[in-house]
């Protein structure tokens, strides 16, 4: 007999809304994630204590455990932490970091993770992939993907507006790493998973066109629930195909080269995704992903997050080394110092104009 479903990991809840983090007991009992409040709560040192008083008297059977960084060293050792005390769940209450650091603990010890994000500012925090760092510089490490997502518009808004712009460009590029994927698909014969590149194309399409800002609560739940589907759409293909192409590379190059310089994550990835559509020859779509990305404050130049014209021709001819395996646009134009120069320089001319 054919296979006539398949089965989709993904939250048994997303709660997106203003207040969200009022009712997150309510949730997590109603749900039978933790029925008695046992819980493993993730926290940063710095937000994540405000919080913290606002939740504790209301989950006095939780622990709180302070996370000092997004390193492996961290994750292990706050899965040390709690392993062995009958905790329910573990909620990682804060940033990617907090949120990536949690994910790993608890799927060391095997609980589940409920995901409270406190920003915006990239879509891992329903992924099933922990990014950390580590003494060869930084690593994903697959996880299961998170019980529950709970978004608070409201902590949102308290979040610096820089944050919520870079999950802006971080959704935005998923178009550019889909026309990767296609790419690779049409050069190499490698699979595209249909549902998943749909996905991550409707939530990078839904955040592109549309007309709110980002002190709209209307636009701030679109970008929330696209981040949101991008994570399950990795899920879904088994890996970050379907938000990463060129455009990742582009980021993680930077990363690599100029570790103590690096832009957010998102704010990389989206001027990656705008360079990445010009090489590719679609001018016009280049173009709308500057206008938008100018539109919510973010940079479409290298010099507007303090790197010169030379150091990003270099990151670009790095980047391909960052993901070995990986077919993008850069693969295939396999361009040479001289020629990525002077297509930054028509790129930079054409979106000036």
């Known amino acids: 007999m054919p296979v006539l479903t398949r089965l989709i990991p993904s939250p048994v809840v997303v709660d997106i809304r203003p207040g969200a983090l009022d009712d997150l007991p309510g949730l997590l009992a109603d749900q039978r994630i933790s029925a008695s409040g046992k819980l493993a709560f993730a926290i940063s040192n710095g937000s994540g204590q405000a919080l913290r008083e606002k939740l504790a008297p209301v989950l006095p059977d939780a622990d709180w455990y302070e996370v000092a960084d997004g390193t492996i060293d961290s994750a ?20 990617g970091k907090i949120i990536d650091v949690a994910k790993y603990a608890a799927a060391r010890v095997g609980l589940p993770l409920v995901a409270v994000a406190t920003n915006l500012a990239h879509d891992g925090l329903c992924s099933p992939v922990a990014t950390l760092d580590n003494d060869n510089g930084r690593g994903s490490y697959g996880v299961p993907t998170p019980i529950a997502v709970v978004i608070d518009l409201d902590v949102i808004r308290d979040a610096p507006v820089r944050f919520v712009r870079a999950g802006i460009g971080d959704a935005i590029s998923n178009i550019s790493a889909i026309a990767d994927w296609e790419l690779s698909h049409r050069i190499t014969g490698e699979p595209v998973d249909g549902l998943a590149a749909a996905m991550a194309r409707t939530a990078g399409e839904s955040v592109l066109r549309h007309p709110g800002g980002v002190g709209d609560d209307g636009f701030l739940t679109v970008l929330a629930e696209g981040l949101v589907l991008t994570g399950i759409s990795m899920s879904i293909s088994g890996d970050t195909r379907p938000s990463s192409g060129a455009c990742h590379e582009i980021s993680h190059a930077f990363d690599l080269l100029y570790p103590k310089r690096c832009a957010l994550h998102g704010e990389q990835v989206g001027l990656g995704a705008a360079f990445a559509m010009h090489l590719r020859g679609a001018h016009e779509e280049s173009g709308l992903f500057a206008g938008v990305l100018r539109k919510h404050g973010l940079p479409v130049l290298p010099e507007e997050i303090g790197f010169s014209v030379d150091e990003f021709v270099r990151a670009v001819e790095y ?28 790129y930079a001319n054409t979106i000036r104009s």
């Not at 706050?78 to 209450?93: H, M, N, P």
């Not at 960052?322 to 110092?337: V, Y």
């Open 319 to 346: 980047a391909p080394q960052t993901r070995p395996g990986r077919f993008t646009i850069l693969e295939h134009l396999d361009l040479s110092t001289d020629q990525i120069r002077d297509a930054y320089a028509d």
């Open 76 to 95: 292990v050792r706050l899965a040390d932490d709690i392993k062995g005390k009958r905790y329910d769940a573990v909620v990682g209450l804060g940033g």
